[in-house]
Nanobody, 116 residues
C-alpha cells in the first residue's frame, strides 16, 4: 500500500512563502516521477510541478520550486511570492510505471490559503 502524506499548508498573506512536504511510504526511487497538483474550489485539478527520478523538473509558472530528498523519501514544493489565486488544496502525486501501465497515487491534500 502506497501512502503519501502532505504537510506544510496554511494561511499566508500575499507575497509570502510556504514550503510543502510530501513523504511517501517505501522507496521513492521506485516511482518514475513525483509531482504537485492543486485544485481550487469549482475548478479542475491542475499540474503545478513534477520531478522525475532522475531529477528533471517540469513547472507551470516560475514562482515555485520542486525538489526531492531521496534519503528521506520526500518531495518538496517551495512556493514564493504567493498570490490569492494560488489558494487551493495541493495534492502530492506519485507515478509508478510498470511496463506500459502507469499507476497514480495521491495524498489527501493540504490546504493553502493566500489572503490579499
Amino acid at each position: 500500500q502506497v501512502q503519501l502524506v502532505e504537510s506544510g499548508g496554511g494561511l499566508v498573506q500575499a507575497g509570502g512563502s510556504l514550503r510543502l512536504s510530501c513523504v511517501i511510504s517505501g522507496n521513492i526511487l521506485r516511482f518514475s516521477s513525483m509531482g504537485w497538483y492543486r485544485q481550487a474550489p469549482g475548478a479542475q485539478r491542475e499540474l503545478v510541478a513534477t520531478i522525475t527520478s532522475g531529477g528533471s523538473t517540469n513547472y507551470q509558472g516560475g514562482r515555485f520550486t520542486i525538489s526531492r530528498d531521496n534519503a528521506k523519501n520526500t518531495v518538496y514544493l517551495q512556493m514564493n511570492s504567493l498570490k490569492p489565486e494560488d489558494t487551493a488544496v495541493y495534492y502530492c502525486n506519485a507515478r509508478l510505471n510498470l511496463g506500459a501501465v502507469g499507476y497514480d497515487y495521491w495524498g489527501q491534500g493540504t490546504q493553502v490559503t493566500v489572503s490579499s
